[in-house]
């Protein structure tokens, strides 16, 4: 809104940054660890982009205390991270691997230390492989428990100095590309019905563990973290309006009406009873969910881009095109759902090399639906660029583009708390470059660059120029993002 101008973020807010284990760890088989079903899944040929692993990724695993160290200098306020199921139950379920609870221990505790409040994700996609191998993972309903246990021991250990937690990592992601695409674990191809069901089933299990939190004692915030990606109809068009709707009830509502009102967008579950491939809801299901709706603190958004929405014929584009994972511009199809929508590429935008749409608005926008549609605090999750990155001879790196897309982004955010969105906590997707799961090594986030590649490298560390910029933002608590660039 026109007259709205936003001078200062709320004192307390939570300039943050973002990973996930498998992404940064390595020591894949060090420290007790299990295999998880990422593990298992690079090493089938052609799945990663040169077939890169995070078997040592950015080595965290043994650099934490210099990669926390260097949060610190730069005065984040919050570390969010996850922790590997299988460095805490290396089987899934059974015996505690208390060199894993040690190493995770020693993180927290390092955070505290240096005045960062560690934000903890419970489950970031890497699943024990022995779940798998034992009941089909998420395809079985068996899974609720064993995560709910898992959880339960987290909040155990560390319940007490961690205040906030995320659930599920991105469960429209990871389940759209496991069980639709074949692009993530278990690799399964246009598998809908069963899409619909380890949705089912993951929605239980982030249900189940923020009332286990609370009946635990549990005071601290709690909630998922969704990959949302707003939608605006191609033009005025009636069909094109009702794209958008479908693409909402379908792509969006479906995950964010269940974690805030515990239930399924009515239109579309509709859809899928005509089409038999609903999932099956036991008995008490809807009242769980329902319950644990009325408890999560926050919606988690991890946003990163925004999409356009126009009719598609019967015989029109399927879910099934090509994704860009090569960063050569112009190379992702279109994709949508036959007689439902398609997703066209929206001509007022800039892309990155990877084809993702730069849209700052698209985050006000998210933080509007949210606040009119749920009325829930927000954390922003992630939200980042993915971009090459040069690292001069004098170990500078001149991410000017970076630094305009974040400053844009995070005016937009401004915006939307001017406007009233409670907007809790912001996190760079990411501190640190790391192994960009389909992408390889070559797709940079980081504040931080890490010399390695796809072949390998020193895992040297070195700061951006984003990095200092970024130490201004919060040491201004985002007035310097009102000055020119
Ligand atoms: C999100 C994931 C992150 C991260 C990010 C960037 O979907 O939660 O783990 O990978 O996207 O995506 P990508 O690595 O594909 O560029």
């Known amino acids: 809104m026109e007259q709205m101008k936003v001078e200062r973020f709320p004192e307390d807010f939570l300039w943050g940054s973002a990973s996930a284990a498998y992404q940064i760890e390595g020591g894949y088989r060090e420290g ?20 890169t692993t995070g078997d040592l990724a950015v080595d965290h695993y043994h650099r934490y205390l210099e990669d926390i160290r260097l949060m610190a200098e730069m005065g984040l306020k919050t570390y969010r991270f996850s922790i590997a199921w299988t460095r805490i139950y290396p089987e899934g379920r059974g015996e505690i691997n208390q060199q894993g609870v040690d190493f995770y221990t020693a993180i927290i505790d390092e955070c505290l230390r ?20 034992a009941y089909g993972g998420w395809e079985s309903p068996q899974v609720i428990d ?75 915030n709690i909630g998922a973290s969704f990959a949302y990606t707003p939608s605006y109809a191609l033009d005025c068009r ?38 038999n491939i609903a ?29 356009v929405c126009e009719y598609n014929p019967m015989d029109g584009v399927t879910p099934y095109g090509e994704m860009n994972t090569t960063g050569v511009k112009g190379t992702a199809q279109v994709t949508g759902i036959p007689g439902i929508y398609k997703n066209p590429a929206n001509p007022y935008l800039l892309t990155t090399d990877w084809d993702w749409s730069i849209d700052p608005m698209g985050l006000q926008f998210c933080c509007r639906e949210i606040t009119s549609r749920y009325g829930l605090p927000i954390v922003i999750s992630e939200n980042g660029l993915g971009a090459f990155d040069k690292l001069e001879a004098d170990h500078r790196i001149h991410d ?13 955010l401004g915006e939307a708390i001017e406007e009233g969105c409670r907007v809790i906590a912001y996190c760079t997707w990411s501190f640190t470059d790391l192994l960009s799961w389909l992408n390889g090594y070559q797709k940079r986030y980081g504040f931080i660059y890490v010399d390695r590649d796809e072949e390998g490298g020193t895992l040297d560390r070195y700061k951006k120029d984003s990095y200092y910029w970024y130490q201004n933002v919060i040491q201004t608590n985002g007035e310097s993002l009102y000055k020119l660039l």
């Open 114 to 133: 240096q005045h960062i409040e560690p934000m903890v994700t419970i489950y970031h996609w890497d699943l024990p492989q022995a779940l798998v191998d």
């Open 146 to 220: 064993d995560f709910v246990a898992y959880a339960k021991t987290l909040f155990r250990l560390w319940g007490q100095k961690v205040k906030y937690w995320i659930t599920l990592n991105e469960q429209n992601i990871f389940t759209s590309l496991g069980w639709l695409t074949a692009q993530h674990p278990p690799g399964k191809f246009d598998d809908q019905k069963m899409f619909y069901q380890v949705n089912h089933h993951a929605f239980m299990a982030h249900a189940k563990t923020v009332l286990a939190y609370r009946e635990m004692g549990g005071k601290g």
């Open 238 to 275: 009636p069909m094109n309006a009702m794209a958008k709707c479908n693409y909402d009830d379908l792509k969006n509502y479906w995950w964010m009406d269940v974690y805030a009102y515990g239930r399924y967008p009515i239109a579309a579950m509709t859809y899928l009873k005509k089409k």
């Open 32 to 51: 007790g660890k299990g295999m998880s079903n990422w593990d298992a899944f690079v090493r089938i040929p052609g799945k990663t982009y040169k077939g």
């Open 400 to 412: 000017d583009y970076r630094i305009a897309y974040l400053q844009h982004h995070l005016q937009a």
């Open 279 to 307: 999932p099956v809801i036991q008995d008490g299901d809807m009242e769980i969910l329902k319950k644990a709706a009325s408890e999560i603190t926050f919606m988690g958004v991890n946003y990163y881009q925004s999409c």
